[in-house]
């Protein structure tokens, strides 16, 4: 599979651990997302990078909720003192900016976290 | 924001009859409608998307519908198929001032069931 990948798929962790996932968008992509998704609704946007540069945090990313893109490759997204509340899917995506116009976001399969 | 309503959240259709979902958007700067279907435990998967210059768009079995002036779309899913069951998620996306092309805000999902 030669599409968005992120790692771990599945992390289940104490409450009030850190957690940090990556994802590894497709190579020419150089927009980047995050997005939560928990059971019965629909993925909600959590922040997003061109490159390197961070443009968007959603409200909903409190200060526990760090992301980076230092080379404006992969990403990785950081829970610090993660609370029951923080347990969902974490959805990645990555789109190509302008060119063509295809402006279509290819998903990765998320990393499935569940605090405990 | 960008506020997107979908209906209906659950949808049960018998094979071969027709499915439609509706969803309304707030802002009407919006200008990209794309449509995803999610099966259990896998990734949101594009299946169509529409632009605003455009009033309908047609992929084999599946349509979608576009009026602007009052800010709703639709998804038609004509013939259904038992492997038609999923999750469908529209969502909308805005261009900004320094954004070409903007995030995806999501409906909270359809869960469609085809009975054989």
């Known amino acids: 599979d030669t599409g968005v990948s992120q790692d771990p798929r599945h992390k289940i962790t104490k409450r009030g651990q850190n957690v940090t996932f990556r994802c590894d968008p497709i190579?020419?992509?150089?927009?980047l997302y995050w997005y939560r998704q928990t059971l019965g609704q629909g993925p909600e946007f959590l922040t997003y990078f061109q490159n390197e540069a961070q443009l968007e945090k959603s409200r909903l990313l409190s200060d526990r909720f760090s992301a980076e893109r230092p080379k404006g490759s992969f990403s990785t997204l950081e829970i610090q003192r993660t609370e029951q509340g923080d347990s969902a899917m974490y959805l990645c995506a990555s789109r190509r900016l302008g060119g063509a116009g295809n402006t279509e976001a290819f998903f990765g399969q998320g990393t499935r976290l569940t605090v405990v | 924001g960008e506020n997107v309503e979908q209906h209906p959240s659950t949808l049960s259709v018998q094979e071969g009859d027709s499915a439609v979902i509706k969803c309304t958007y707030s802002d009407s700067a919006s200008n990209y409608f794309p449509w995803y279907k999610q099966e259990l435990g896998k990734r949101p998967q594009l299946i169509i998307d529409?632009?605003?210059?455009?009033g309908e768009k047609k992929d084999q079995r599946i349509a979608v519908t576009l009026n602007k002036t009052a800010k709703h779309f639709s998804l038609h899913i004509t013939e259904t198929q038992p492997e038609d069951s999923a999750v469908y998620f529209c969502a909308a996306s805005m261009s900004g001032a320094t954004d070409s092309w903007g995030k995806l805000q999501f409906g909270a999902g359809t869960q469609v069931v085809v009975t054989p």
């Open positions: 190579s020419e992509h150089n927009r």
């Open positions: 529409i632009r605003s210059n455009v």
